[in-house]
T-cell receptor
Framework: QKEVEQDPGPLSVPEGAIVSLNCTYSNSAFQYFMWYRQYSRKGPELLMYTYSSGNKEDGRFTAQVDKSSKYISLFIRDSQPSDSATYLCAMSGERDMRFGAGTRLTVKP | DTGVSQNPRHKITKRGQNVTFRCDPISEHNRLYWYRQTLGQGPEFLTYFQNEAQLEKSRLLSDRFSAERPKGSFSTLEIQRTEQGDSAMYLC??????????????FGSGTQLSVL
């Protein structure tokens, strides 16, 4: 079993839709939870960062962490074609960071 | 441009050859990481440095791989006797010192390696 599981998709939605992306994990030591966005042929860029359980909102993006269920989510409201990318969940504890496989999202105009 | 810079962007080599990649991190960042990413997968941790000290290496990093950061600034990743399975995107990232938001990694655009 991988430490971090993420549905690879692909996921295709119409412009304006609400997008829900999810990851599960198995390592209870993870304390920091991140979402990175990766455009084709580019390195990942940090989108959202949360520590421990709870919600965090930033514009159209909301990150949720449920440590009791070992489940994290990213919601994108009013999705735009420019949101089309691969979204990677990532988490870390005391050691290095672990990434999910990434979910490829396409937002159609 | 003050981001993380990686060179070359693309490298095509024949099996058995040695290759070396370079990473220039953001200047005030003292942590530097190397990751490997294959198509459809997330980045896999290879190794990281704090200043010039290599603090951790993944089991993925076989003895054909070596990384250096001689002066705590740029880093090089060398792969000796390349194999077709080494074909991947090699990503470098840097982050702020401990006590700051160390989990906020800034990635370069990567070096795409193709081993023929």
């Amino acid at each position: 079993q991988k430490e971090v599981e993420q549905d690879p998709g692909p996921l295709s939605v119409p412009e304006g839709a609400i997008v829900s992306l999810n990851c599960t994990y198995s390592n209870s030591a993870f304390q920091y939870f991140m979402w990175y966005r990766q455009y084709s042929r580019k390195g990942p860029e940090l989108l959202m960062y949360t520590y421990s359980s709870g919600n965090k909102e930033d514009g159209r993006f909301t990150a949720q962490v449920d440590k009791s269920s070992k489940y994290i989510s990213l919601f994108i409201r009013d999705s735009q074609p420019s949101d089309s990318a691969t979204y990677l969940c990532a988490m870390s504890g005391e050691r290095d960071m672990r990434f999910g496989a990434g979910t490829r999202l396409t937002v159609k105009p | 441009d003050t981001g993380v810079s990686q060179n070359p962007r693309h490298k095509i080599t024949k099996r058995g050859q040695n290759v070396t990649f370079r990473c220039d991190p953001i200047s005030e960042h003292n942590r530097l990481y190397w990751y490997r990413q294959t198509l459809g997968q997330g980045p896999e941790f290879l190794t990281y440095f704090q200043n010039e000290a290599q603090l951790e290496k993944s089991r993925l990093l076989s003895d054909r791989f070596s990384a250096e950061r001689p002066k705590g600034s740029f880093s090089t990743l060398e792969i000796q006797r390349t194999e077709q399975g080494d074909s991947a995107m090699y990503l470098c990232a840097s982050s702020l010192p401990p006590g700051a938001l160390r989990e906020k990694l800034f990635f370069g655009s990567g070096t795409q390696l193709s081993v023929l």
